[in-house]
């Protein structure tokens, strides 16, 4: 069995690895802490199980789930993120992302979830799929931001939390000309203009906390 650890905090990868370690013994690692990386390890080698943070240094953890399903539909993707689980989880399995967690899951958790994707199935904890339940069956119209693609939403996230243009363009390995046409997108599509406008509408539909 092939595992793919990709997330930008190395003491992050090493706990997973420790753990997924115990449990499959026989799995051969491998890690990315950056876009760019896990690129290239799918490039090279067929993985079996793949846990992949979506905010990544390089690029979007969500973008890069759609190669990984164009490019190898046989990996089963556990997504981690840090964020409110309801408003991007729809966004990773519309995505293809075979379960989801937060990194504050507990070991246990994650041991179950890794064998019921490897199995094929799916996986959500009992705590987000009722509040799944809850936004899929709403009849309520979508909310704005639900019309942003998966970067631009990483970006609005990251003004909303102080972060200037330049900050955000370094963490992306991408210009500031290009951040600030993500953020003048952001503006167009939500009708809001100021870095507090926006700051307001990020904590009010719990896109950060």
Same mark, same amino acid.
């Given at each position: 069995?092939?595992?793919?650890?990709?997330?930008d #905090?190395?003491?992050?990868?090493?706990?997973?690895?420790?753990?997924? !370690?115990?449990?499959y013994?026989?799995?051969?690692?491998?890690?990315? #802490? *950056?876009?760019?990386?896990?690129?290239?390890l799918l490039?090279?080698?067929?993985?079996?199980? $793949?846990?992949?943070?979506i905010?990544?240094?390089?690029?979007?953890?969500?973008?890069?789930?759609?190669?990984?399903? !164009? *490019?190898?539909?046989?990996?089963?993707?556990? $997504?981690?993120?840090?964020?409110?689980?309801?408003?991007?989880?729809?966004?990773?399995?519309?995505?293809?992302?075979?379960?989801?967690?937060?990194?504050?899951s507990?070991?246990?958790? $994650?041991l /179950?979830?890794?064998?019921?994707?490897?199995?094929g199935?799916?996986?959500?904890?009992?705590?987000?799929?009722?509040?799944?339940?809850?936004?899929?069956?709403?009849?309520?119209?979508?909310?704005? #931001?639900?019309?942003?693609?998966?970067?631009?939403?990483?970006v609005?996230?990251?003004?909303?939390?102080?972060?200037?243009?330049?900050?955000?363009?370094a963490?992306?390995?991408?210009?500031?000309?290009?951040?600030?046409?993500y *953020?003048?997108?952001?503006?167009?599509?939500l009708?809001?203009?100021?870095? /507090?406008e926006?700051?307001?509408?990020?904590?009010q539909h719990r896109?950060?906390?």
């Open positions: 069995m092939r595992i793919l650890l990709v997330d #905090h190395e003491i992050v990868r090493r706990g997973l690895k420790q753990l997924l !370690a115990e449990a013994p026989q799995a051969v690692f491998g890690e990315a #802490h *950056r876009v760019p990386e896990a690129r290239a490039a090279r080698k067929k993985w079996d199980l $793949m846990l992949l943070d905010n990544l240094p390089g690029g979007s953890g969500l973008d890069l789930l759609t190669e990984v399903r !164009a *490019r190898q539909p046989q990996a089963a993707v556990l $997504m981690l993120s840090s964020y409110p689980e309801e408003e991007f989880a729809v966004r990773a399995f519309r995505l293809g992302a075979a379960g989801y967690l937060t990194k504050a507990l070991a246990d958790e $994650m /179950v979830a890794a064998g019921k994707v490897l199995a199935g799916k996986y959500v904890s009992a705590a987000l799929a009722e509040r799944l339940a809850t936004v899929l069956g709403s009849p309520a119209p979508s909310a704005p #931001h639900e019309t942003l693609s998966p970067r631009e939403l990483e609005l996230r990251l003004v909303a939390l102080g972060k200037t243009i330049k900050e955000i363009a963490g992306f390995s991408l210009s500031d000309k290009t951040i600030a046409t *953020r003048a997108r952001i503006s167009e599509k009708g809001l203009s100021t870095n /507090v926006l700051a307001r509408y990020a904590l896109l950060v906390e």
